[in-house]
């Protein structure tokens, strides 16, 4: 039976150089990734094939909070987002970015971003073509 299930990641940590500032990007900084991914599953199967490589999504994740370096979290989020759509079978995913040394001048534990993205329906041409005008 193919069911939806939630896998999650939490704690994904890596340096990056994200910032609208110079020395964020110059200097960098740890940011912190949690993930929730919605995977749709043949639980009856138990076989690694039916899901999703995690270790292999972290990797991915890591490649994008260490690589080209973007102002805004949220652009971060996206960028996260859309590689962890890129793995089958992920169908929906919760990303947070966490900045935990973010410049603010005032004591704070965390700044973060969340996001959810889920994969476009893709139709056939046959619902298409049977697709009544409202």
């Not at 999650?8 to 990056?16: E, F, I």
């Not at 991915?60 to 890129?86: F, N, Q």
């Not at 004591?107 to 049977?130: G, N, T, Y």
Request: hydrophobic share 40%; glycine share 6%; aromatic share 4%.
């Amino acid at each position: 039976m193919v069911e939806p299930v939630w896998i999650t990641l939490t704690g994904l940590r890596a340096v990056g150089h994200h910032g609208v500032y110079e020395h964020e990007r110059r200097d960098g900084q740890e940011f912190v990734v949690d993930l929730r991914l919605e995977v749709a599953v043949d639980t009856s199967a138990d076989q690694i094939e039916g899901t999703v490589h995690y270790g292999e999504v972290a990797e991915a994740v890591v490649a994008d909070v260490t690589g080209s370096p973007v102002d805004l979290i949220e652009t971060l989020a996206g960028r996260i987002a859309d590689t962890c759509l890129a793995f089958e079978p992920v169908t929906t995913v919760e990303v947070v970015v966490h900045k935990p040394q973010a410049p603010i001048t005032v004591a704070f534990d965390d700044v973060s971003v969340s996001l959810v993205r889920s994969r476009p329906l893709v139709r056939s041409k046959c619902e298409e073509q049977h697709e009544h005008p409202r």
